[in-house]
């Protein structure tokens, strides 16, 4: 609820912009754009607690570093820098 509420703040002018410490989302467009700024907040909050999970899993180390390795393929994968709709870096220098 919180990024939803920063991200209408952000919209409206009166937010501030907000942090993304992930080097795929530090071009200015990511942040001029509130949409694109709360796409890649959700996903760098989703991809935090997906890690969070594999590493709370127990079992053994092997099992541990599999499980750690998929969830990260799995998080590289679905990040929006990857797909051209969700990218406005990479829609600004389409146009």
Known sequence: TELWNRSLALAQ??????????????????LANPAAAYTAQMYLLNART?????ESVQGD?????????????WIDAASPSNYLALNPE????AI
């Open 13 to 30: 002018g009166d937010g501030a912009k907000p942090a993304l410490p992930d080097r795929r989302f530090t071009g200015q467009e990511w």
């Open 50 to 54: 997906m890690m969070q999970l594999a």
């Open 61 to 73: 180390p092997k099992l541990r570093a599999r499980l750690r390795f998929a969830v990260q393929q």
């Open 90 to 93: 990479a829609v600004a220098k």
